[in-house]
Antibody, heavy 116, light 110 residues
Framework: DVQVVESGGGLVQPGGSLRLSCAAS????????MTWVRQAPGKGLEWVAN????????YYVDSVRGRFTISRDNAKNSLFLQMNSLRAEDTAVYYCVRNRAGLDYWGQGTLVTVSS | QSALTQPPSASGSPGQSVTISCTGTSSDVGGYNYVSWYQQHPGKAPKLMIY???KRPSGVPDRFSGSKSGNTASLTVSGLQAEDEADYYCSSYTGSNNVVFGGGTKLTVL
């Protein structure tokens, strides 16, 4: 079965950093773009970033560009999101998602809380 | 990267049909046939219901259908069932490998 499992969320102070990880299994990781989507408490979905199969292309929503870095380790079937200079408005559940036709497999998410 | 526009709420009785709209621009919804719809129950991860405007992933009931006209995409749920009560989000490709979501629509089955 296809699975994506996020980890690394937690409480961090404004200005701090956090690195999210996503472990993928049950499919050929190297065949798919991968995406991070976030959802602030009680709010809608927001696309954050995506990365090409070989990591050669990366794209970001304007609000995180320059602060967040998406990356992947194809040898370990893993996706990452390095988040720096965190702000209160980055507080959200972060989902790791496989791109195929649409965003077709979602993890259960990991909660990031930015607060002093 | 402005969000797509969805009505905040929609409702229907069991067995009825309901349509949720998703309005964008010629730079997103109107410019590409890459509109998707997602269903999200409380406390759960979103689930892909429609992709490429009209296609249904395996396992999604054919009661769910998608369409598009100009800059507006629509999701229609026919034969409403209690388990269809959820939040629904549309999304569209915007070019440059970016994606934008709608604000979400809470569907209530009366």
């Amino acid at each position: 079965d296809v699975q994506v499992v996020e980890s690394g969320g937690g409480l961090v102070q404004p200005g701090g950093s956090l690195r999210l990880s996503c472990a993928a299994s049950g499919f050929t990781f190297t065949s798919h773009w991968m995406t991070w989507v976030r959802q602030a408490p009680g709010k809608g979905l927001e696309w954050v970033a995506n990365i090409k199969q070989d990591g050669s292309e990366k794209y970001y929503v304007d609000s995180v560009r320059g602060r967040f870095t998406i990356s992947r380790d194809n040898a370990k079937n893993s996706l990452f999101l390095q988040m720096n200079s965190l702000r209160a408005e980055d507080t959200a559940v972060y989902y790791c998602v496989r791109n195929r036709a649409g965003l077709d497999y979602w993890g259960q998410g990991t909660l990031v809380t930015v607060s002093s | 990267q402005s969000a797509l526009t969805q009505p905040p709420s929609a409702s229907g009785s069991p067995g009825q049909s309901v349509t949720i709209s998703c309005t964008g621009t010629s730079s997103d919804v109107g410019g590409y046939n890459y509109v998707s719809w997602y269903q999200q129950h409380p406390g759960k991860a979103p689930k892909l219901m429609i992709y490429d405007v009209i296609k249904r992933p395996s396992g999604v009931p054919d009661r769910f259908s998608g369409s598009k006209s100009g800059n507006t995409a629509s999701l229609t749920v026919s034969g409403l069932q209690a388990e269809d009560e959820a939040d629904y989000y549309c999304s569209s490709y915007t070019g440059s490998n970016n994606v934008v979501f709608g604000g979400g629509t809470k569907l209530t089955v009366l």
